[in-house]
C-alpha cells in the first residue's frame, strides 16, 4: 500500500472502540489514515442521516455525535482529505446475511461510500456468545489482529487488482483468531431470515432466531455463503454492489399499462 494513500476510517461501535483503533494501528503504518467515527455506539442504526451534527476532535480523530452515515458524508465532503478507499470497523460482531445488511451501521458506511463512487470495505469479528450479554462480551485488541491484517491486505491490494472495477464494497467477516491465519473463503450473503416477535403485555420481544443456530455440524446456511464460512473459520469476503439493481419484468410493466384503463373506468 503507497503511504501517500489516503483512507477514511470509520464504524458503529465509536470512537473509543478497540475495533476501530486495531485498524487504524496497522492501516496507519502504509497509508494516511483519517478517523471519522460516531462519539458513541450507534449499532444498527442503518444509514440513518442526520440534519446537523456536532463535531469533536480527539486524540484518534473526529468524533461526530451521529450515525455512521453521517460520518462518511462529513469525512468526504467537509472533514478530511478526499480518500482512495472507505474502511468502516472493526465491527464487535459479525454482519452476515441479506437481511443484516440494511441495518448494520458498520455496511451502512461502505454503502454511503458507494454513492460516492469510492471503493469501501466493510469488516467485522465474529464473536461466538453463550448466555453472556453481548455488550458484556470483552474482546481484546489481540483478537482483532486477524481482522487488521487481512484488511490491511485487501486495503493494499484489492484497488489495484481490479477488484473494485466490479464491487462497490466489500463485506468482511472474520473469525477469532486461533494459532494458523485463517484462509480467505469469496461468499454470498445467506439469504437466510429467521425473526419472530412474542408480546408479554404492554412489548413485544424481537427475537433474531438466526444467531441461535450457529453450530457447525446443523448450520442450515449452504455451502459458499459467508455464515457457513466464517462458522468454519474461513474469513468470509463477499463483493456487494450499491446502489440495489432493478429487475425489469413484463408482468410489471402489463400492470403498469393496465393502470391507465382502470383509472380511467373509474372516472366515467
Not at 420481544?205 to 468454519?232: C, I, K, Q, Y
Request: net charge negative.
Amino acid at each position: 500500500m503507497s503511504d501517500d494513500r489516503e483512507i477514511l476510517l470509520t464504524n458503529d461501535d465509536g470512537i473509543d472502540s478497540t475495533g476501530i483503533r486495531a485498524l487504524y494501528d496497522t492501516l496507519s503504518e502504509h497509508a494516511n489514515v483519517t478517523v471519522v467515527a460516531p462519539a458513541d455506539d450507534r449499532s444498527a442504526c442503518g444509514r440513518s442521516l442526520s440534519h446537523e451534527v456536532e463535531v469533536d476532535e480527539r486524540d484518534l480523530g473526529y468524533a461526530v455525535h451521529g450515525t455512521p452515515a453521517d460520518c462518511v458524508v462529513a469525512g468526504l465532503a467537509e472533514l478530511g482529505p478526499y480518500p482512495d478507499l472507505v474502511v468502516a470497523g472493526c465491527n464487535k460482531g459479525a454482519n452476515l446475511g441479506e437481511y443484516v445488511l440494511g441495518r448494520s451501521g458498520t455496511i451502512s458506511a461502505a454503502v454511503e461510500a458507494a454513492f460516492f463512487d469510492v471503493p469501501a470495505i466493510a469488516t467485522s469479528l465474529y464473536v461466538p456468545v453463550d448466555d453472556t450479554p453481548f455488550e458484556d462480551v470483552e474482546v481484546t485488541a489481540e483478537e482483532y489482529a486477524e481482522a487488521a491484517r487481512v484488511t490491511s491486505y485487501l486495503a493494499e491490494n484489492a484497488l489495484e487488482a481490479g477488484v473494485f472495477d466490479h464491487a462497490a464494497y466489500l463485506n468482511v467477516n472474520v473469525p477469532l483468531p486461533d494459532g494458523e491465519p485463517a484462509p480467505i473463503e469469496i461468499t454470498r450473503p445467506s439469504k437466510r431470515y429467521e425473526m419472530d416477535a412474542e408480546r408479554e403485555g404492554g412489548h413485544v420481544t424481537l427475537h433474531d432466531r438466526v444467531w441461535e443456530d450457529m453450530t457447525p455440524d446443523s448450520l442450515p446456511d449452504p455451502e459458499g455463503t459467508d455464515r457457513r464460512a466464517v462458522v468454519e473459520g474461513h474469513i468470509s469476503v463477499s463483493p456487494l454492489t450499491a446502489p440495489h439493481t432493478t429487475n425489469h419484468h413484463d408482468t410489471l410493466d402489463a400492470l403498469a399499462d393496465a393502470y391507465s384503463d382502470a383509472v380511467a373506468s373509474t372516472d366515467r
